[in-house]
């Protein structure tokens, strides 16, 4: 049972996220190559260094024509984890409070399965998901390695992973505001903001002295956030990351423990 349930709600959204994969490889594969053009550019550096918030928010750090700056303004640091909250948060506002709304979840929960198992079971089938989507880019990044990029492998595959690990973060978060409310409008608003919020905090802390303390709270911060992609991602990263992941997927099976399903 466990696994025709994670299967069915992965298979129920494979347009989604094949569009998803597909999406962000062309672009992947699109600013890897473009990469050569601009490796010299000293004027994109100046432009950048001309407007440190602007490249703060860009998740520029250092030098744009650097293999860290570049892949960290065009793809780690913004656009990959965009999309990849996209297909989290979206997923963790519909398999509870979406099924809900829309009278499927109530058939589900009278089946001879734990609501907790029903809980672990939609956690894995998003981890499924996000993992397809990190496992793309760190492909077509490593491909772009032959497009100059100077970049270990194994930096690539630990700050991916860590994209992942925060995108199942913030939609597991979402999961419980769904389970919590049994709405799945809340429960976008809510898991976007918080994103939203933990990105300007981590993006601004460079610049802005008075926000700095607070980018320790920031999971962008802790997977993106503090140049993993030249140094790598540390244990300690990856703890905080994990541990957060638990406890908002501990959290969701308590609250929908006690979800009056519809």
């Not at 079971?121 to 490593?142: E, N, P, R, Y």
């Not at 100077?150 to 992942?164: D, E, L, Q, R």
């Amino acid at each position: 049972m466990r696994t025709d349930i994670t299967w069915l709600d992965v298979s129920n959204r494979r347009r989604s996220l094949t569009g998803y994969c597909v999406g962000m490889a062309v672009y992947a594969l699109i600013v890897v190559a473009m990469y050569p053009a601009f490796k010299t550019s000293a004027s994109l550096d100046k432009l950048i260094a001309s407007d440190s918030t602007a490249a703060a928010l860009l998740g520029v750090t250092g030098r744009i024509s650097s293999t860290g700056g570049w892949l960290n303004g065009n793809i780690y640091a913004n656009f990959f984890p965009l999309v990849m909250l996209l297909l989290t948060i979206g997923y963790g506002a519909a398999c509870l409070a979406g099924q809900d709304e829309d009278g499927t979840l109530g058939p589900l929960a009278v089946l001879p399965v734990r609501r907790a198992a029903i809980v672990a079971q939609k956690a894995a089938a998003m981890a499924a998901q996000a993992a397809l989507l990190a496992v793309t880019v760190a492909v077509l990044v490593i491909i772009g390695r032959s497009f100059q990029l100077t970049i270990t492998v194994a930096n690539i595959a630990s700050v991916s992973a860590a994209v992942f690990l925060m995108g199942v973060d913030f939609g597991l978060v979402t999961m419980t505001v769904g389970a919590l409310t049994g709405r799945r409008g809340t429960a976008v608003g809510a898991g976007t903001a918080l994103a939203a919020a933990s990105y300007l905090v981590s993006s601004l802390a460079p610049v802005a002295s008075w926000i700095r303390p607070a980018r320790y709270a920031s999971l962008f911060y802790w997977s993106v956030g503090n140049s993993q992609i030249n140094l790598g991602v540390s244990v300690g990263d990856y703890a905080v990351l994990t541990i957060t992941g638990l406890c908002a997927l501990a959290a969701a099976m308590l609250a929908f423990r006690k979800l009056d399903i519809h």
